[in-house]
């Protein structure tokens, strides 16, 4: 009965797919949809800054914020983390020039080492895009085409050699948001990842990776050895196996745990239980 109830919807909708009631019940259970699967940016919103709150009892000592935009997560940071240096990277020298006295005028200026410069997967200067109406957008591929687009020669490094350069040992936390080039400073790592000198990580994926053919299951791939994988909410991070079904394409952040570091996940893990 049930199975025929549905199939009888299921041809009513398509069949009146352009009726206004049709298209207002589609735009209403999209944004149900995208809410339920925590699609967005908001870092006030999305849970990013649960996690850093959540992690403050971890007493985290270094911190990489690759992607530092206008300096909300360094903030956060170290905000929660009192012993924490952050290292900000922002390959944009636009906004770097925005960020530098954001960060460096702050209460917490002595605990941040900033860098106009990028991770990547190898040393060296390349072409990216920069678009001043919307510098959240700087990428090493020109993928906006509406946006007014200023190409520009960006500084990058790896990540193993900044370390090195640093004398770094350890990083408890490793934060990326870098317009669908995350794959590439994970490369970049080299060893740090799977000699389990990184606890946590943090990454964005979403519909980048249908143009840089990255998929989640590639980043899985990657990290699952060493790390429990899970997505961002705003309730924790709901940690769980790969599976197919997940390749949403929808921007949403995920969080990395050492396997090593059973404290750490249990601090993330979700609640499930309705609130």
Not at 87 to 94: I, K
Not at 182 to 189: A, I
Not at 227 to 234: L, V
Not at 236 to 241: K, P, Q, S
């Given at each position: 009965?049930?199975?025929?109830?549905?199939?009888?919807?299921?041809?009513?909708?398509?069949?009146?797919?352009?009726?206004?009631?049709v298209?207002s019940l589609r735009?209403l259970?999209?944004?149900?949809e995208?809410?339920?699967?925590?699609?967005g940016s908001?870092f006030?919103?999305?849970?990013?800054?649960?996690?850093?709150?959540?992690?403050?009892a971890?007493?985290?000592?270094t911190?990489?914020d690759?992607?530092a935009?206008f300096g909300?997560?360094?903030?956060a940071a170290l905000?929660y983390w009192?012993n924490c240096?952050v290292?900000?990277?922002?390959?944009?020298?636009?906004t770097?020039?925005?960020?530098?006295?954001?960060?460096?005028?702050?209460d917490?200026?002595g605990?941040v080492?900033?860098n106009?410069?990028?991770?990547?997967?190898?040393?060296?200067?390349r072409?990216?895009?920069?678009?001043?109406?919307h510098?959240?957008?700087t990428?090493n591929?020109?993928r906006?085409?509406?946006?007014?687009?200023?190409?520009f020669?960006?500084?990058?490094?790896?990540g193993d050699?900044?370390?090195?350069?640093?004398s770094?040992?350890?990083?408890d936390?490793l934060?990326?948001d870098?317009?669908?080039a995350?794959?590439?400073?994970?490369?970049?790592?080299g060893?740090y990842?799977?000699?389990g000198?990184v606890?946590?990580v943090q990454?964005?994926y979403g519909a980048?990776?249908i143009?840089?053919?990255?998929?989640?299951?590639d980043?899985?791939?990657?990290l699952?050895?060493n790390?429990?994988?899970?997505?961002?909410?705003?309730s924790?991070?709901?940690?769980?196996?790969y599976?197919?079904?997940?390749?949403?394409?929808?921007?949403?952040n995920?969080c990395?745990v050492s396997?090593?570091?059973?404290?750490?996940?249990q601090?993330?893990?979700?609640?499930?239980?309705?609130v």
């Open positions: 009965m049930l199975g025929r109830v549905k199939t009888s919807a299921r041809d009513l909708i398509a069949r009146n797919r352009y009726s206004p009631l298209r735009d259970s999209a944004f149900v995208s809410a339920w699967l925590n699609e908001s006030d919103v999305n849970g990013e800054r649960l996690i850093v709150k959540r992690l403050a971890a007493e985290f000592r911190a990489f690759v992607g935009n909300d997560w360094s903030l905000s009192p240096e290292h900000a990277f922002e390959v944009a020298p636009r770097f020039d925005l960020l530098r006295p954001k960060l460096s005028i702050s917490y200026a605990r080492s900033l106009c410069a990028g991770l990547s997967d190898a040393d060296g200067v072409e990216m895009f920069y678009y001043p109406e510098p959240d957008l990428s591929v020109h906006h085409g509406s946006h007014t687009v200023v190409p020669q960006a500084n990058l490094m790896r050699s900044y370390c090195r350069q640093r770094i040992e350890k990083i936390f934060k990326i870098v317009e669908g995350e794959h590439l400073v994970l490369k970049g790592m060893g990842l799977s000699e000198r606890s946590c990454f964005e980048f990776s143009q840089t053919r990255v998929l989640l299951a980043y899985y791939s990657m699952e050895k790390y429990w994988i899970g997505k961002i909410f705003p924790g991070v709901e940690f769980a196996d599976d197919w079904r997940m390749e949403d394409f929808r921007f949403a995920y990395c396997k090593d570091r059973d404290d750490l996940r601090l993330l893990a979700v609640n499930r239980r309705p």
